[in-house]
């Protein structure tokens, strides 16, 4: 008889529910350490808020009438940050993926500078501006 392992199962997510509203991604920032690179950026996504007010009004007649309920919704733009994490091993897959997914096109990025921390950093500096097409 086997004992059952005490290690957790793997969970494999689809990929639209891991890189959600990757298209809006307005920045983004990798941290490129000795194991793992991670990926962090930021998107925004249109929201409705229900909101519920207490109406006071009066009756005709004078008498206050009993409370009524103003209910509405408003529209917002709100922000939400994602974190993606890579094998550091993987790291050009990583930043295929950054180019593919969070980098329009290469005049986007012309000129720009692309902020990155970590031991990696400057292991791979040539690595990044090739395929960033980055200083």
């Given at each position: 008889?086997?004992?059952?392992?005490?290690?957790a199962q793997c969970i494999t997510l689809p990929p639209d529910q891991v890189f959600r509203n990757l298209?809006?991604?307005?920045?983004?920032?990798?941290?490129?350490?000795?194991?793992l690179c991670k990926l962090a950026y930021y998107s925004t996504l249109p929201t409705?808020?229900?909101?519920?007010?207490?109406?006071?009004?009066q009756c005709k007649d004078g008498k206050e009438s009993p409370p009524l309920y103003e209910v509405?919704?408003?529209?917002?733009?709100?922000?939400?940050?994602?974190?993606i994490k890579f094998e550091t091993k993987y790291?050009?897959?990583c930043l295929d993926f950054v180019?593919?997914?969070l980098i329009e096109n290469e005049e986007q990025m012309?000129?720009?500078?692309?902020?990155?921390?970590?031991?990696?950093?400057?292991?791979?500096?040539e690595l990044l501006s090739e395929k960033l097409a980055v200083t």
């Open positions: 008889m086997s004992e059952p392992s005490s290690y298209k809006n991604a307005k920045r983004f920032a990798i941290d490129i350490g000795g194991s409705k808020q229900s909101h519920c007010s207490e109406a006071k009004e509405g919704e408003k529209e917002e733009i709100s922000t939400r940050l994602h974190f790291i050009e897959s180019k593919q997914n012309n000129g720009k500078i692309v902020k990155a921390t970590g031991g990696g950093a400057y292991k791979y500096k």
